[in-house]
């Protein structure tokens, strides 16, 4: 079952930083197009911010657009999220998944994607 591992979360205070990584497990993510999601409890899986294949494009919502961002070492195997200026509001846990299509662009839904994992717990708290 093609999945991946996130790491790096954790408590953070707010205007805290934190940089999450995502690897997939057994595959190469070389050629897929890798998006960041998050969930609240009691809340939708929420699509975050997505990177192509080659990294030349990238998007962001509007949410985290000019705190977050997204960037990946091929050769490396990983895709990471930098985030900045965390605000309570940001605590969820956080997944990264492969969009199923192959246009040099992402969707926005979770059904668009596979591989989802367990995801890491950020937490914002003072």
């Known amino acids: 079952q093609l999945q991946f591992v996130e790491s790096g979360g954790g408590l953070v205070q707010p205007g805290g930083s934190l940089r999450l990584s995502c690897a997939p497990s057994g595959f190469t993510l070389r050629y897929l197009n890798i998006a960041w999601f998050r969930q609240a409890p009691g809340k939708d899986r929420e699509w975050l911010s997505c990177i192509t294949s080659s990294g030349n494009w990238t998007n962001y919502a509007d949410s985290v657009r000019g705190r977050f961002t997204i960037s990946r070492d091929n050769a490396k195997n990983t895709v990471s999220l930098q985030m900045n200026s965390l605000k309570p509001e940001d605590a969820a846990i956080y997944y990264c998944?492969?969009?199923?299509?192959?246009?040099?662009?992402?969707?926005?839904?979770?059904?668009?994607?596979?591989?989802w994992g367990q995801g890491t717990q950020v937490t914002v708290s003072s």
């Open positions: 998944a492969a969009f199923r299509g192959i246009q040099p662009w992402c969707g926005l839904r979770p059904n668009e994607y596979y591989g």
